[in-house]
């Protein structure tokens, strides 16, 4: 005789009420095991989740970085050159593989500004040393445009500490 067979036995030869609960305990028995393999499926996840953010931080940190030094070199300057804009926009590039569209979209916007005022700079103080635009209006407005790009700039630099921290994680969303 074997071990089922044994088994076979002793459950026919229980009452019919409590060969019923074996039944129901043995249907029971794969849901059962079924949610513990769910629940441990989900915990997976949410690690695999943490483990992701952990090892991406340094890169998404080092594209904040690339954004605060642009813009503070801006402020120091009060201008930047078109190389310069260039430099960040390739060092922050990055940025599309690890961040969702909006901060891509603010690289874009910072680097479109700063080449915005690259040009309006450049119109009047050529990079060849020509004399560039004559005092008057039109010299007036161009640096009216290139003041309030600037200060575009330096609203970004403290506003950008807000919006990278959320991307981070650092704060809650």
Same mark, same amino acid.
């Given at each position: 005789m074997d071990k089922q067979e044994i088994t076979r036995i002793i459950i026919e030869?229980? =009452? =019919?009420t409590e060969a019923s609960w074996i039944d129901i305990l043995s249907a029971l028995l794969t849901p059962v095991i079924a949610l513990i393999a769910?629940?441990? @499926?989900? *915990? +997976? *996840? /949410?690690i695999n989740e943490q483990r992701l953010r952990h090892e991406t931080y340094e890169r998404r940190l080092k594209i904040y970085k690339t954004v605060q030094k642009h813009l503070s070199n801006i402020v120091r300057e009060r201008k930047t050159t078109y190389q310069q804009c260039s430099e960040y926009y390739i060092e922050a590039? &990055? @940025? #599309? $593989?690890? $961040?969702? %569209?909006?901060v891509q979209k603010k690289i874009y916007e910072i680097h479109q500004k700063s080449i915005d005022m690259v040009?309006? *700079? &450049? +119109?009047m103080h050529p990079p060849d040393g020509s004399p560039g635009l004559p005092d008057g209006k039109e010299r007036c407005e161009i640096s009216l445009k290139e003041s309030t790009l600037l200060k575009w700039h330096i609203d970004q630099l403290e506003s950008? /500490? &807000?919006? $990278? @921290?959320?991307?981070?994680?650092?704060? %809650? #969303?």
């Amino acid at each position: 005789m074997d071990k089922q067979e044994i088994t076979r036995i002793i459950i026919e030869s229980l =009452p =019919p009420t409590e060969a019923s609960w074996i039944d129901i305990l043995s249907a029971l028995l794969t849901p059962v095991i079924a949610l513990i393999a769910l629940y441990i @499926a989900y *915990h +997976q *996840h /949410k690690i695999n989740e943490q483990r992701l953010r952990h090892e991406t931080y340094e890169r998404r940190l080092k594209i904040y970085k690339t954004v605060q030094k642009h813009l503070s070199n801006i402020v120091r300057e009060r201008k930047t050159t078109y190389q310069q804009c260039s430099e960040y926009y390739i060092e922050a590039s &990055e @940025a #599309t $593989f690890l $961040f969702d %569209n909006s901060v891509q979209k603010k690289i874009y916007e910072i680097h479109q500004k700063s080449i915005d005022m690259v040009y309006l *700079h &450049e +119109q009047m103080h050529p990079p060849d040393g020509s004399p560039g635009l004559p005092d008057g209006k039109e010299r007036c407005e161009i640096s009216l445009k290139e003041s309030t790009l600037l200060k575009w700039h330096i609203d970004q630099l403290e506003s950008s /500490k &807000e919006f $990278f @921290a959320k991307k981070l994680g650092l704060k %809650n #969303t």
